[in-house]
């Protein structure tokens, strides 16, 4: 676990000094200090109900669908201005299967991105930008993922790239009472005493005892003695690494 949470972060170029650790799943809240603590992570917030949190995503996401076109254009102003041909077919299929599935134009978003390489490459990056300076955009992108930028270099479009969204109602965030958080029972060993807590029976602004476990129908979470716990307005637990 410690390695894929490295891997899409230090190994993007982001510190993740600089994230919180939302940790989901029946068993997540039982590993997320140790992952914090091991990636210098400052906080975690762990969601209400954390164990169906992939279900509740489904209902909640944006119907999505991909199109990609294969060019491969040699980055000159003549081949560029053909890509707006290209987007523009490309929308214009993607929008009628989404109205189709139910999503009017007013309920629909689309997304362009290029993939670009320098002559040469056997890969490509993701360039977001697809109007203006391409070129500088490509040489900043391949900067900040390798450090460097070839800006002598001959520069290829591979393909044009198209994310359509149908978007989904979202739900209506609920807000917890304000109140006082009471432990429900206690666990004493040989090391110390242990406190019991229910995710139903935490107050909005209060703080835990720690160490602790919070314990839920779809989830446990564990929370040792070195760090802080409280909860938010909306019934998530911020624990906060020390």
């Known amino acids: 676990m410690e390695r894929a949470l490295r891997h899409i972060s230090v190994e993007r170029g982001h510190d993740p000094r600089q994230f919180a650790l939302l940790p989901f799943g029946g ?19 762990a969601p209400t109900a954390p164990g ?3 279900a509740v995503g489904v209902l909640v996401a944006d119907v999505i669908k991909d199109q990609s076109r294969t060019v491969m254009f040699v980055y000159r102003a003549k081949e560029i ?23 009017p134009r007013s309920r629909q978003r689309h997304e362009r991105s290029l993939a670009m390489r320098y ?6 990056l993701e360039v977001r930008k697809t109007t203006g300076d391409l070129a500088a955009e490509f040489h900043r992108v391949h900067r900040e993922r390798y450090g460097y930028a070839q800006e002598q270099s001959e520069i290829e479009i591979v393909s044009a790239r198209l994310r359509s969204f149908g978007v989904v109602e979202k739900l209506v965030q609920q807000k917890i009472r304000a109140g006082k958080t009471k432990p429900h029972g206690k666990v004493n060993g040989r090391k110390g005493t242990v406190v019991l807590y229910r995710r139903e029976e935490l107050f909005a602004n209060s703080k835990l005892i720690t160490p602790c476990i919070v314990t839920e129908y779809s989830a446990t979470t564990l929370i040792d003695a070195d760090c802080k716990a409280r909860i938010d307005g909306f019934g998530n637990l911020l624990i906060e690494i020390r």
């Open 81 to 103: 201005g053909r890509l707006g041909k290209v987007f523009s077919e490309m929308e214009k299929e993607a929008t009628a299967l989404l109205r189709s599935e139910g999503f």
């Open 52 to 54: 169906a949190l992939s």
């Open 27 to 45: 068993a997540g809240g039982l590993h997320a200090v140790d992952l914090a603590r091991a990636l210098r992570i400052p906080t975690i917030i």
């Open 119 to 124: 002559r040469g490459q056997s890969f490509e």
